[in-house]
């Protein structure tokens, strides 16, 4: 993750130039709308909420460690950059009127192009709208010509503004959701009160049935499945180079990858492969250590001397805390 107090800055950035605020207005907040026209916990899910430790360090509303330094948005994920390619719509979290738009940014892993060619850009494709009364929403590192409003123009709430993309400051396909109100970030799942401690009362500002879709969810299971000819990158997994694996018979190995979001130091990784019979082929875990943001792991076999049973294969993987199983991916592979 990008750690640093950049995306205030972008964000602001991209809403100063698109209006002056005027002074404090005592009016009702939007009740917002899910900005992503997704699932959440099954085809998105929310990697980073806005930062609510005022220190050097971070963390989100729940007190979890779902942020970091000077994060002021909320990054609703895709699972991965296949589900970016097929398009997945950006809508307007409530009705407004477009102040600014930016489109024509390449989507590129920022690790691949280098951070200094877009830090005066760090928002990427962008469109941001005014509500009223100084309520103002931005809609970041959208896809390369997905934008579909113009400066001017009147939306309504779920209305389609583009797609989620890869542009800007970003290392994962997403939308970076901000919320300001006369100039200052406003946390949607706290609302307008300012946040001073663990378990105080809030008042979020999503709409009754976009607060229950977006139950805290602090790890999820991002993607998984099966490589057979080399050892699986997170890169490559993550744009689909193992989607259509099958096992042959001259297959070297077997290998059984995961790609899990919120893993927690101490957390148990265990990694299962069963044959066609439902026979262990493979069955092994491993303690993690320290908080991963993201974490991209496989484990598996080799092709034994006698050659692969008979399929299909089953892949499990989970992940537990505290004794509890917290994430479960399976994933099956057909014989050829």
């Keep these: 993750m990008i750690r640093a107090a950049i995306a205030t800055a972008l964000t602001a950035s991209l809403l100063m130039g698109a209006l002056g605020f005027a002074g404090p207005a005592a009016a009702e907040a939007p009740a917002f709308e899910l900005p992503v026209a997704c699932r959440i916990g099954e085809t998105c899910f929310v990697q980073n909420y806005v930062d609510e430790d005022s220190g050097p360090g971070w963390r989100d509303h729940a007190c979890g460690r779902l942020s970091y330094d000077g994060h002021d948005g909320t990054d609703f994920r895709l699972p ?7 398009g997945v719509a950006v809508l307007a979290a409530a009705a407004g009127t477009v ?3 930016r489109d024509g940014m390449e989507d590129v892993n920022v690790n691949v192009i280098g951070r200094d060619t877009v830090m005066k850009v760090g928002g990427g494709n962008a469109v941001i709208i005014d509500h009223g009364d ?3 929403t931005a809609y970041l590192h959208m896809k ?10 009147r939306v309504e709430a779920g209305q389609r503004l583009g797609e989620v993309g890869l542009s800007g400051l970003t290392e994962f396909p997403h939308l970076h959701f901000g919320v300001r109100h006369n100039g200052a970030v406003v946390d949607p799942f706290v609302g307008q009160q300012p946040f001073t401690a663990c378990g105080q009362p809030m008042t979020p500002l999503w709409n009754a049935a976009t607060a229950k879709a977006l139950a805290y969810r602090p790890t999820a299971g991002l993607s998984a499945g099966f490589a057979t000819r080399r050892v699986p990158e997170a890169e490559p997994a993550r744009h689909g180079e193992f989607a259509a694996e099958v096992l042959t018979p001259d297959a070297p190995l077997l290998v059984l990858w995961s790609d ?3 893993v927690r130091d101490g957390d148990t990784q265990r990694i299962r492969i069963l044959d066609g019979d439902g026979r262990t082929l493979f069955d092994n875990s491993k303690g993690i250590t320290g908080d991963k943001a993201v974490w ?3 484990q598996g076999l080799k092709r034994p001397a006698s050659g692969w049973p008979k399929g299909p294969y089953k892949g499990i993987v989970t992940l537990a805390r505290d004794g509890k199983t917290v994430v479960t991916l399976e994933r099956q592979l057909d014989v050829r």
């Design 296 to 298: 991209f792991a496989y």
């Design 144 to 153: 390369r010509g997905s934008v579909a409003v113009t400066p001017g123009q």
């Design 134 to 136: 100084g309520w103002q």
């Design 260 to 262: 899990i979001m919120g």
């Design 80 to 86: 991965d950059y296949t589900a970016m390619d097929k």
């Design 99 to 101: 102040l600014r738009v």
